[in-house]
Antibody, heavy 121, light 107 residues
Framework: QVQLQQWGAGLLKPSETLSLTCAVY????????WSWIRQPPGKGLEWIGE???????NYNPSLKTRVTISVDTSKNQFSLKLSSVTAADTAVYYC???????????????WGQGTTVTVSS | DIQMTQSPSSLSASVGDRVTITCRAS??????LNWYQQKPGKAPNLLIY???SLQSGVPSRFSGSGSGTAFTLTISSLQPEDFATYYC?????????FGQGTKVEIK
């Protein structure tokens, strides 16, 4: 059974770069797409972007200029970097697998535990 | 971006009640519609994919229906463990987008 474990800095100052990593256990990062999603306090879910094993990425246009998602197949991990953070980036950040549930359909079927990131001066 | 709008935003119901949550897309998304359940302090959990297919381990009291732009999630008989927030999600086009959530509370 695939499990995701994520980690990274939880407290940042404005203008710093958020950096999170998600490790894949019980499966290989060389299959499917791997995603990042965030949830501001008391609010809904926002998709940040995704990557596959070959490094092909898709980003949310609202964050595209500041986001980089990368993959390290040798470590079976993928990572998120978000530059120039502000208080508006304060959120719980989740990694997730965008898995093929049937035929051409995909869903976020495995999630990490979430990392709370606070941006404050 | 495709906008997903859920209604209601919250509801109060009793154990045993039938609950229906609606999700509308700003354009047709065919059957690219998933539902997630989120409990406080936890990651979301995939409940239903492709409109009506139950994820493994999800009780049969949950069901989904719809197509195109209008979708529903139904809980046939609400159980104590079902009190949570529910989100719909479209994967028809990038960026994936979610509804704003429906919080199901105890009456």
């Amino acid at each position: 059974q695939v499990q995701l474990q994520q980690w990274g800095a939880g407290l940042l100052k404005p203008s710093e770069t958020l950096s999170l990593t998600c490790a894949v256990y019980g499966g290989s990062v060389s299959a499917y797409y791997w995603s990042w999603i965030r949830q501001p306090p008391g609010k809904g879910l926002e998709w940040i972007g995704e990557i596959n094993h070959s490094g092909s990425t898709n980003y949310n246009p609202s964050l595209k200029t500041r986001v980089t998602i990368s993959v390290d197949t040798s470590k079976n991990q993928f990572s998120l970097k978000l530059s120039s953070v502000t208080a508006a980036d304060t959120a719980v950040y989740y990694c997730a697998r965008f898995g093929q549930v049937v035929y051409y359909y995909y869903a976020l079927d495995v999630w990490g535990q979430g990392t709370t990131v606070t941006v404050s001066s | 971006d495709i906008q997903m709008t859920q209604s209601p935003s919250s509801l109060s119901a009793s154990v045993g009640d039938r609950v229906t949550i609606t999700c509308r897309a700003s354009q047709s998304i065919s059957s690219y519609l998933n539902w997630y359940q989120q409990k406080p302090g936890k990651a979301p959990n995939l409940l239903i994919y492709v409109v009506s297919s139950l994820q493994s381990g999800v009780p049969s009291r949950f069901s989904g229906s719809g197509s195109g732009t209008a979708f529903t999630l139904t809980i046939s008989s609400l159980q104590p463990e079902d009190f949570a927030t529910y989100y719909c999600q479209q994967t028809y086009s990038t960026p994936q987008t979610f509804g704003q959530g429906t919080k199901v509370e105890i009456k």
